[in-house]
């Protein structure tokens, strides 16, 4: 069986790669997007997408974005250097790809840090309009997980950055407790600000810190798969809360807990293909009827 790899390039130049599922094509996808540093062929849960999705008629398409790897040097890529707002580029460049294809259905879903580019991209997407339905994995408030996790640590970050900043060297990494996102990858000076000034983009994502409100949630029009697990997330809040605060505010969503998974689904693939496969055939079924 062949899975070709799909290149393309966004609208600033930076070229993207994904696997895409095959040999047989039908009219829907479902496209992927990664969270903090991964990259389309190292999620512990992607194997089961490809062998279960395309026989129900669903191809299957994991993509890069500008924020794969720690750092991709020869683009002047990759986690440590992203600007949250340009994943709207990436998710553009992949949505018009699917378009070309002739996929009338396009099923966008993310997990982790893609959680947020996705309802980031729900709101402000040039192309969100095509989108049939949105999958959320491991939905998470970075933002929020950043500064709980400062909280821990002596070096002041901000006055890092801020200064590196101030002097046009924002493009160097931070070196005082030199990882961001909760210790987990290096970051840039400007990287940092952009995140995790007060009321950056992604700061207004996914705020469950506010046990309050998810704007950009209540405004999504689409039906809503929110699949969690139970330990190692990234909600801030207790994962319970933040599960009810997304349906609270969003009656398209629906979230679902998988009982002893942590955030990569590893050991627990099969119960969260099960949910994403009962999604699509209600999604699927719902607007073949019209």
Not at 82 to 103: C, G, P, Q, T, V
Not at 144 to 161: D, V
Request: glycine fraction near 8%; include cysteine; charge should be negative.
């Amino acid at each position: 069986m062949s899975y070709p790899i799909i290149e393309i390039k966004t609208a600033d130049g930076i070229n993207l790669y994904g696997l895409l599922s095959g040999p047989a094509r039908s009219d829907v996808i479902y496209l992927n997007i990664h969270g903090t540093g991964s990259n389309f062929y190292c999620e512990k849960f992607q194997e089961i997408f490809y062998d279960q999705l395309p026989p129900m008629g669903v191809d299957t398409l994991f993509t890069n974005n500008r924020g794969s790897y720690a750092m991709d040097s020869w683009q002047d890529t990759g986690a440590a250097l992203e600007i949250f707002e340009d994943s709207l580029l990436d998710i553009d460049a992949w949505i018009e790809w699917a378009i070309k294809e002739n996929y009338s259905k396009i099923i966008l879903s993310g997990h982790s840090h893609g959680t947020e580019k996705v309802a980031y991209y729900m709101n402000n997407g040039k192309h969100k309009d095509k989108i049939s339905a949105i999958v959320l994995m491991g939905f998470c408030d970075s933002f929020g997980t950043q500064k709980n996790y400062e909280k821990t640590i002596s070096e002041n970050l901000m006055a890092e950055a801020l200064q590196k900043v101030n002097n046009n060297k924002g493009y160097e990494l931070l070196t005082g407790q030199r990882r961001a996102q909760a210790g987990e990858v290096p970051i840039s000076a400007k990287t940092y600000l952009n995140y995790f000034s007060k009321d950056s983009e992604l700061s207004k994502v996914l705020p469950f810190r506010g046990n309050a409100t998810l704007p950009m949630i209540r405004k999504i029009d689409v039906p809503i798969l929110c699949v969690i697990g139970d330990h190692d997330e990234y909600t801030v809040i207790p994962i319970e809360e933040a599960a009810c605060l997304i349906e609270k505010e969003n009656k398209l969503a629906k979230v679902y807990q998988i009982d002893g998974s942590g955030h990569s689904y590893e050991g627990y693939q099969q119960e969260l293909i099960i949910l994403i496969k009962d999604f699509l055939s209600r999604i699927l079924k719902k607007t073949d009827k019209g």
